[in-house]
């Protein structure tokens, strides 16, 4: 298996434009999950789905940030408008929970990560 | 309310010794899962240990073991006999009940192991 796939690993871009992150999640991993890490926050989780559908958006900082899963191999999060204080690295990862019987070992496996700058 | 707290922001260590590394969490759910992983300077996040709340045994996985002790509600990594290699940030996270998949990390202790 190629693991969690992210896209694009860098992106630099312009206060005001818009970001859109991708993610491909493991062949039979029905949760997936995103995160951001910065130096001052840590690693905050952002918005996960269970079966493709959002089961907590909480840590989504503002309405500029927005997910979705539209099938099982494939997320986005979009970032409109972008401001510099978004730039981080943003982890997107899978496991084979969210069937609400899970022995609670389901591990999480991360993507390589992209990293945001926002100029 | 942090959930997940490591209060080692650093630490340096000797090649060879031993190492425990901190974290505390807080829940009143009487399931839940506690887990280790492992960022190296590259950026990947790798799973390195799990400990259910019903666990019997502190868990382990060769050089690394989990120091579980539910009424202090500590859940220590240990590391036995450090390599160079280990130097990195290392993140507890705590997963609540059994329905929810929600995991959440606590901020990390960065690791360095000295030649």
């Known amino acids: 298996d190629a693991g969690v796939i992210q896209s694009p690993r860098h992106e630099v871009t312009e206060m005001g434009q818009e970001v859109t992150l991708r993610c491909k999640p493991i062949?039979?991993?029905?949760?997936l999950f995103w995160y951001r890490q910065t130096m001052m926050r840590g690693l905050e989780l952002l918005i996960y789905?269970?079966?493709?559908?959002?089961?907590?958006d909480s840590g989504m900082p503002e309405d500029r940030f927005s997910a979705k899963m539209p099938n099982a191999s494939f997320s986005t999060l979009k970032i409109q408008p972008s401001e510099p204080r978004d730039s981080a690295v943003y982890f997107c990862?899978?496991?084979?929970?969210?069937?609400?019987?899970?022995?609670?070992?389901?591990?999480?496996?991360f993507g390589a990560g992209s990293r945001l700058t926002v100029l | 309310a942090q959930k997940i707290t490591q209060t080692q922001p650093g630490m340096f260590v000797q090649e060879k010794e031993a190492v425990t590394l901190d974290c505390t969490y807080d829940?009143?759910?009487?399931?839940?899962?506690l887990f280790w992983y492992k960022q190296p300077s590259s950026g990947e996040m790798i799973f390195l240990i799990y400990?259910?709340?019903?666990?019997?045994q502190n868990a382990t996985e060769g050089r690394y073991s989990l120091n579980f002790q539910k009424a202090r509600k500590s859940a220590n990594l240990v590391i036995s006999a450090s390599q160079l290699g280990d130097s990195a940030m290392y993140f507890c996270?705590?997963?609540?009940?059994?329905?929810?998949?929600?995991?959440?990390f606590g901020k990390g202790t960065r690791l360095h192991i000295l030649p």
């Open positions: 996270a705590m997963r609540e009940g059994r329905r929810d998949d929600k995991i959440i």
């Open positions: 829940t009143s759910d009487p399931s839940y899962g």
């Open positions: 990862a899978s496991s084979s929970g969210g069937n609400g019987q899970g022995s609670g070992a389901n591990v999480l496996t």
């Open positions: 789905f269970n079966n493709n559908v959002p089961i907590d």
């Open positions: 400990q259910g709340s019903y666990d019997q």
């Open positions: 062949s039979g991993h029905n949760s």
